[in-house]
């Protein structure tokens, strides 16, 4: 499975962004997809997660009411959008996906996007 993200940007505070992680290869209606977060000297954080099945979504509490994951089936694309951005939502984003059940850990994940840089100023 290969997954390519891309969207990220320079974004002024309280713009919105929205970041796409297209999957191909041997992908399955049963995975989960996230989207990781990494600032400098920080660790990867959990953002979002979607099941490719039902309506199962999942959103750390600092993204809640601001970010909202989506796909499409078809595409096999997962979306990020990203409304009233912070300085602090500065980060490089991945997208991952895997079978898990443990949706927030990033070492649940079986495969990983290369990463986009989403820098908001203040």
């Known amino acids: 499975v290969q997954l390519q993200a891309s969207g990220g940007g320079l974004v002024q505070a309280g713009g919105s962004l929205r970041l796409s992680c297209v999957a191909s290869g041997r992908t399955s209606r049963t995975r989960i997809t996230g989207w990781f977060r990494q600032a400098p000297g920080l660790e990867r954080e959990f953002v979002a997660a979607?099941?490719?099945?039902?309506?199962?979504?999942y959103y750390a509490d600092s993204v809640k009411g601001r970010f909202t994951i989506s796909r499409d089936n078809v595409k096999s694309t997962v979306y990020l959008q990203m409304n009233s951005l912070k300085p602090e939502d500065t980060a490089v984003y991945h997208c991952a996906t895997g079978f898990t059940a443990q949706v927030i850990l990033p070492d649940e994940y079986d495969y990983w996007g290369q990463g986009t840089l989403v820098t908001v100023s203040s």
């Open positions: 979607i099941r490719w099945t039902g309506d199962s979504t």
